[in-house]
T-cell receptor, first 115, second 109 residues
Framework: DTGVSQDPRHKITKRGQNVTFRCDPISEHNRLYWYRQTLGQGPEFLTYFQNEAQLEKSRLLSDRFSAERPKGSFSTLEIQRTEQGDSAMYLC?????????????FGEGSRLTVL | AQRVTQPEKLLSVFKGAPVELKCNYSYSGSPELFWYVQYSRQRLQLLLRHISRESIKGFTADLNKGETSFHLKKPFAQEEDSAMYYCALSRSNDYKLSFGAGTTVTVRA
């Protein structure tokens, strides 16, 4: 499968712990996005990279959240001092260059449960 | 700020019946509208976009700027159409999507 891959698929952690999610986009895609989805809601935008540059961050992304894409390939999303409200599905998506609003290709998501 | 509203959380129809999923948006500029679909145990994927004016899997959607709507329609629903459907909007020349809360469609035999 050459689609977007995310790891881990599921993570259960205790409140106050740090967690890190990884996303490997489709190889030729230079744009990478992180979204968060809670139960009964649609995905909400968190942040966006073009190559290694983080071009936009949502106000949803508190200072406990940090995302990187060091070499313009895979990306990591770290949550420090997790809270129960961080429990959600974290979705990664990628898209090729060209028109800004081309199709987004989503991964299967990383589900976080904070106890 | 832009906003997407899908008023129906659940929609149940019989096979062969027409199905319409409502989507309304608020945005003062010229939006680009999309429908994304998530089938059971599959990832979220694009179904169609308004600029393409295409029919995908028998579905069509027309952008009505006067009513600020982008409803998704199919004249004859099939069991394989059972899925979660999300309407999404992007602003002109923007990279990110704003999604509605989604509508779960169940097509009964």
């Amino acid at each position: 499968d050459t689609g977007v891959s995310q790891d881990p698929r599921h993570k259960i952690t205790k409140r106050g712990q740090n967690v890190t999610f990884r996303c490997d986009p489709i190889s030729e895609h230079n744009r990478l996005y992180w979204y968060r989805q809670t139960l009964g809601q649609g995905p909400e935008f968190l942040t966006y990279f073009q190559n290694e540059a983080q071009l936009e961050k949502s106000r949803l992304l508190s200072d406990r959240f940090s995302a990187e894409r060091p070499k313009g390939s895979f990306s990591t999303l770290e949550i420090q001092r997790t809270e129960q409200g961080d429990s959600a599905m974290y979705l990664c998506a990628s898209s090729p260059g060209g028109h800004p609003t081309g199709e987004l290709f989503f991964g299967e998501g990383s589900r976080l449960t904070v106890l | 700020a832009q906003r997407v509203t899908q008023p129906e959380k659940l929609l149940s129809v019989f096979k062969g019946a027409p199905v319409e999923l409502k989507c309304n948006y608020s945005y003062s500029g010229s939006p680009e509208l999309f429908w994304y679909v998530q089938y059971s145990r599959q990832r979220l994927q694009l179904l169609l976009r308004h600029i393409s004016r295409e029919s995908i899997k028998g579905f069509t959607a027309d952008l009505n700027k006067g009513e600020t709507s982008f409803h998704l329609k199919k004249p004859f629903a099939q069991e394989e159409d059972s899925a979660m459907y999300y309407c999404a909007l992007s602003r002109s020349n923007d990279y990110k999507l704003s999604f509605g809360a989604g509508t779960t469609v169940t097509v009964r035999a």
